[in-house]
């Protein structure tokens, strides 16, 4: 006979771990990380670094400060810190002083993960926070501290303040053209939100490896777009600019796409991200300013609603067309047995 | 009034019933006055003012005020002295009276002072309801100049106005960081005061079981029995405990 093994479940594990996902993260990150770091120079890949090691310092001395062991620690990192740390240092200006990138990243692990019990536990995206906190905290630098890449200063136009979403909402129009935009090049910008071509390269490869869904991103940016087109009167020339403006692109492919903060059903997500579409375009037409942080870290709070509201179809039940189905024989069912009834 | 009533009022006031740490009561002007240490003092020192006068009047009156309508009467003696208080403010200190602004007025419908009305002074005599009101008093004007010093510093790099550094972070004086230092300090607080409470426990545990020497029985004239260890007044408590249940059961 046989051996029989007795065990607890599960009994099929997956291949996919925390860390492979987040490995996968990192490496779609890598290619707007590095072109951040042609625009805009050593300043921005000192910004990353920063950010990073933060990261992943703040998560081993908290893990240190609960009497975890450094060893266990080492064995249980699962990559999560990086991706929050480069995910932070990527919508941050690159002309922002150390403390910025060293003190968000900081919050954004001991606060907004940590303390909500780590990785997986957390009700808002820690990178999307981090970037809320040093929005806030250190707003007289983040707002005026905008640099166009150097690439356009070999060029001889140099555009620093405003970027060109803030001209573009102030009535301004934009100044370059849609290739720039979509390349980064000439754009004043954060450091991983320029170049929309990398950005674009790095959801495919998350795509491919099935880590994000094409549907969501896509959503987020067409119905933003499509929104900033009303809210302009039907002015359809302005649906590109905005949408290849400001953070839009990161936010949606890779910050909007977070499992632990974004709903665990199908249909809740598409909700999330035609609400989060429609946040953000109105809140830009209404503040001025780019909000698809603020828009993000709103949803966030609201993912436990539509959570509780739309519940992921358990594995062999039946769907919401089946369920309507069933009804309706129900009651056919029934009314054809109360006509008998009257018959008799 | 003796000392040890006095103590445990004392007590009570700053640490075991601390209005903003403990009971989280007033709430309100604590996360919206405490964005500079002085605000903090002023806001604290004005309610403990008024504290201390409307518990005297409201004990005063204990026995005069009908139980049916003592909430309304408890309003008016309150906004009596808040009236009082905003009209020498006014004239005196007319920075402070412009920086906290609605919530002077605000003080008349604070649940501290309607708290310590209702659960204290409606029950007890003058002189404690009047130290009461001055420990509570205190108790919320420690909290809220230290919330006000953390996020004065953290904040405008200032203490007490006067300038630290340039260094500053912005989101401290922001509502969203008066939410972050106040619930940080409610969690520092509670932590510490556990801890304290642990050893005090321990301590009174130890002194309140030691045995009575008792002469007849010659295993106490033994030195080493006058030293009650805390483990061993536990064992012993538990001896006795499990002799009681056998005893019980006997029966």
């Known amino acids: 006979m046989e051996k029989v093994i007795v065990s607890d479940s599960p009994h099929i594990r997956g291949k996919r771990t925390t860390r492979g996902i987040m490995l996968d993260v990192i490496i779609a990150l890598l290619p707007a990380a590095v072109m951040g770091c042609v625009y805009f120079g050593l300043d921005a890949f000192f910004t990353i670094l920063i950010s990073v090691a933060a990261s992943v310092l703040t ?64 009700i808002v995206n820690p990178a999307i926070t981090g970037r809320v906190f040093a929005f806030i905290a250190f707003q007289s630098v983040m707002v005026s501290g905008w640099v166009a890449p150097s690439i356009a200063a070999l060029d001889g136009s140099v555009t620093t303040g405003a970027t060109q979403l803030t001209s573009m909402l102030g009535g301004n129009g934009y100044s370059v053209s849609l290739l720039d935009m979509f390349l980064g090049t000439g754009m004043a910008g954060c450091i991983g939100e320029t170049c929309k071509l990398a950005l674009l390269i790095g959801g495919i490869y998350l795509v491919a490896r099935k880590v994000i869904k094409w549907q969501y991103p896509v959503i987020y940016i067409v119905v933003e777009g499509f929104v900033a087109v009303c809210l302009a009167k039907f002015d359809f020339a302005q649906f590109m600019p905005s949408i290849l403006s400001g953070g839009l692109f990161l936010g949606a492919i ?78 056919k069912a029934a009314k054809a047995a109360k006509e008998e009834e009257g018959k008799q | 009034m003796t000392g040890k009533r006095f103590k445990t009022i004392a007590f009570d006031g700053l640490l075991k019933n601390n209005p903003t740490l403990r009971l989280v009561l007033g709430t309100c002007p604590t996360l919206a006055l405490s964005t500079a240490a002085f605000n903090g003092i002023g806001m604290g020192l004005a309610v403990t ?190 001896s006795t405990a499990t002799a009681d249940v056998a005893a019980k059961e006997v029966k």
Do not use: H
């Open chain 1, 59 to 122: 998560e081993f001395v908290y893990c240190l400060c609960l009497k975890k062991k450094p060893l266990d620690i080492i064995k249980s990192f699962d990559l999560t810190s990086v991706v929050t740390g480069l995910l932070l240092a990527m919508c941050l200006p690159s002309s922002v002083p150390w403390y910025v990138p060293l003190l968000s990243a900081v919050f954004s692990i001991a606060v907004v993960k940590m303390l909500f019990g780590g990785t997986g536990k957390n």
């Open chain 1, 254 to 331: 890779f910050m909007a796409t977070d499992y632990v903060t974004s709903p665990n059903s199908a249909a809740g997500n598409y909700v999330y991200f035609v609400a989060l579409g429609v946040l953000t375009a109105v809140l830009r037409a209404a503040t001025k300013i780019e909000v698809v942080s603020f828009a993000i870290l709103l949803m966030n709070l609201l993912v436990p609603l539509i959570n509780a509201y739309i519940r992921p179809r358990p594995f062999g039940a039946a769907g919401f067309i089946e369920r309507i189905r069933t009804k309706i024989a129900e009651k």
């Open chain 2, 49 to 238: 003012f008024i504290l201390i006068c409307s518990n005297v009047l409201i004990s005063l009156l204990r026995k005069t005020i009908p139980n049916a309508v003592r909430i309304p009467a408890f309003v008016i003696i309150i906004a009596t002295f808040v009236t009082i208080v905003r009209m020498v403010l006014d004239k005196f200190i007319p920075s402070l009276y412009d920086s906290m602004g609605v919530y002077l007025p605000l003080i008349v419908v604070n649940c501290i002072i309607l708290g310590r009305a209702e659960s204290f002074a409606s029950k007890n005599k003058v002189l404690d309801s009047a130290c009461d009101g001055l420990f509570t008093g205190l108790g919320f004007t420690c909290a809220l100049t230290f919330i006000g010093a953390v996020r004065e510093i953290l904040g405008a790099g200032a203490i007490f106005g006067f300038q630290l550094w340039d260094f500053k972070i912005e989101f401290f004086t922001s509502s969203a960081g008066a939410f972050f230092v106040y619930g940080l300090s409610i969690a520092i607080f509670n932590a510490v005061y556990k801890k304290m409470e642990n050893v005090r426990r321990s301590k009174t545990f130890a002194v309140r079981v030691m045995p009575k020497p008792d002469v007849s029985a010659p295993d106490n004239l033994d030195p080493d029995a006058s030293v009650v260890t805390d483990t061993d007044a536990q064992e012993q408590t538990n």
